[in-house]
Every structure is written in C-alpha cells, then in structure tokens.
C-alpha cells in the first residue's frame, strides 16, 4: 500500500488538493490555488504537477470534478477525458482513482466510457465523509461559486438530484457563491438615496466585492481575479460596488455604498436559503434540525441557516478549518485511504 494518498477537486476556477498519509496517522495537508481553466486549459497538466510538488506527491491519487463544466469544452464527455488525461500527462506512473456520483472510485478506463458517472460528483465525497460525523443534518457548504445543500438522513446521502441539472431542480444546488457571483446576477436593484436603482448588467463587482467591503472576507480570501483587474483592498471593492449603478466614489458615500453591499447580502442569503427550503419540504418529517456550514462562504451558509432556525455546526470544528474549505477534496483523499486500507486488509 502507498504510504500517501492525494485527493484532488478540480473545478473550472480553482483546484485544491489534499494530501494524507494513507494510514491516516497525520492531519491532511492543504493546497490550494486558484486556476481559470477555461482562459488556459492547456496549461492543466503543468499545474497539477507543480501543487503535488507543493504538497509531497504520491503513487495513489483520487479525484473529484467539476472542471467538465467549463465552456472550453463542448460536452462534459469532452471536459472529463481532458482533465483525466491531464492527471495521466503530468503523472504518468501514478495510479488514478476518479470519484463517481454514486459514491464508488472508477478508473480512468472506466471513465472513458462512463464519463457522465463522475462529473459533478464532489459534493457526494464531502456528504459521505460528513455523514460519518452527522448522520441527520443538512450540509450547507458555499464555495467561491457555488451552494451545496445536501441532505443526510440516518447516516445515509438523502439527495434527490444526481447531476447539476437535477440538483438545480431540486434545490440541492444554488449557482451563487462568495467570491465569483456577479453582482448583476445577484440582484437587479439596489437602493440607493431613498429609492431603488437598477443595477448595470455589467461584470462591474462581485460578492467577493460585497464581502470584502462588509468585512467577512480579508484580502487574504480574495482569491479569484477582481473584475476590473485592480487591487483587492476595501476602497477598491468599494468603487466596483458603485460602479453597479455606474456611479463611482466621488459620487457616493461610504454609507451608499453599504447600503448596496447589505442589500446584495441579504438577498444572497436568501437566494441560499430559498434552496434549503426546497429541499427541507421535501424531506418532510425526515428534515434535519442541524445544518453542517462549510467552505470559503461559510459565513453565508450559516447566515441562510439562521434565518430558518436551524442549528449550525461549522464542518471545520471536525475536520479542520482548511480542510473545511476544500471539503471534496479531504473527503476523497480520506475515502480512498479506507478503500485501500480494506483491499490491503
């Protein structure tokens, strides 16, 4: 057996790696680094190589996806070879164990000729390793871009959805997270001295402007590129936050433009717990009274949570504040470890 695993989630705007030593006898290590896959996809496989050199590699690798997604590619069948062919590119002797959506490892082989079995399949990784620790809660873990809300019933993954599209039916997947979000796509007015104003449908701010300005997030936290291509501190979050209603900083106040964060804030917490709603409806007297909030937007998911009067657990308080934000990609290094530990066994 090896004596360290890597688990990988590789998403179109960012990849996490998590590396651990296959008895599991040491906390896992934390890699992170934001990638726009779809503006450079050919330099994937030299960006994969260079974070295993950052984390240690390992000869045992599982993987999670949502990269196929990605509009560099023309189906997802597209998307999932290219990112398994990445992994064989950069490490050719290494053995590769993809995540399906059904909870099993696959190998590449496998997914040549099931490909749609593993897209999207990372919330399923963090919901099996969660429902370990929570056997009746509702993961709510917002990420830079999306919300995951998953149910877990008597130990076991109670999703409906099993592919975006039906997620997105169900309420088990919201496209709004705490850093990429347009702005725009977020709300359509604001208020602004007394009244509401539409908004520009312009990529001027995005959350992780809302965020920086109310103070959720330090500049630290602001991982994804700024719309404008400038700085990440508080004032520059600020001016693209005015520019929604194509004002700038020496047209509004500082109090405007607080205005028009807390309004955009309060709308994505409701747009989040919308989807929990939805998806508590249908659980019925099976719904869960404790919500699990996770990833980079915890403080959202916690906040959507609240406004339902459920009971919150931060997922970092049982695996660790940064492992917590790269849940999926703890959760398959973690997984695989145990299918190798049994196999060996």
């Known amino acids: 057996m090896a004596d360290a695993i890597l688990g990988w989630d590789v998403g179109g705007a960012n990849i996490k790696l998590a590396r651990l030593d296959a008895d599991r006898s040491r906390a896992l290590l ?5 990638f726009p896959l779809w503006r450079e996809c050919d330099r994937l496989p030299s960006v994969l190589a260079a974070l295993a050199e ?21 189906t997802k069948r597209e998307g999932v070879a290219f990112v398994v062919r990445a992994f064989e590119t950069a490490f050719p002797g290494a053995a590769l164990f993809i995540y399906g959506v059904d909870g099993r490892f696959r190998s590449a082989v496998q997914v040549r000729e099931q490909p ?10 963090t919901a099996t390793l969660v429902a370990r620790v929570a056997p009746h809660a509702l993961i709510v873990d917002v990420g830079s871009t999306t919300t995951d809300i998953i149910p877990i019933v008597a130990g076991r993954v109670a999703a409906e959805g099993s592919d975006d599209p039906s997620r997105l039916r169900s309420g088990e997947l ?49 991982t994804c590129e700024t719309p404008d291509g400038r700085g990440r501190s508080a004032a520059e979050a600020g001016a693209r936050l005015a520019r929604v209603v194509c004002a700038d900083q020496e047209q509004l106040a500082g109090a405007d433009i607080t205005a028009i964060a807390d309004h955009v804030a309060r709308t994505q917490t409701r747009q989040i717990a919308h989807g929990v709603r939805q998806v508590m409806r249908r659980l019925r007297s099976r719904r869960p009274a404790l919500a699990i909030v996770a990833g980079s937007g915890a403080f959202l ?5 609240e406004t339902l009067d459920l009971a919150t657990r931060d997922l970092a308080d049982d695996l660790g504040p940064d492992a917590a934000r790269a849940a999926p990609a703890a959760a398959v290094a973690r997984l695989l470890a145990e299918l190798m530990m049994s196999s060996s066994g």
């Open 30 to 34: 934390i890699v992170e680094r934001p």
């Open 54 to 74: 950052r984390a240690g590699s390992a000869p045992v690798m599982g993987v999670t996806m949502t990269a196929e997604l990605a509009d560099c590619f023309a």
């Open 116 to 125: 749609h079995d593993v897209a999207a399949a990372n919330w399923m990784a």
């Open 174 to 222: 919201v496209y709004t997270g705490c850093l990429r979000t347009p702005v725009a796509a977020i709300v359509r007015t604001v208020p602004l001295h007394g009244a509401r104003c539409r908004v520009a449908a312009e990529h001027f701010a995005i959350a992780a402007d809302v965020y920086r300005w109310l103070g959720p997030i330090a500049e630290a936290d602001y």
């Open 301 to 305: 998911a916690r906040a959507a949570a």
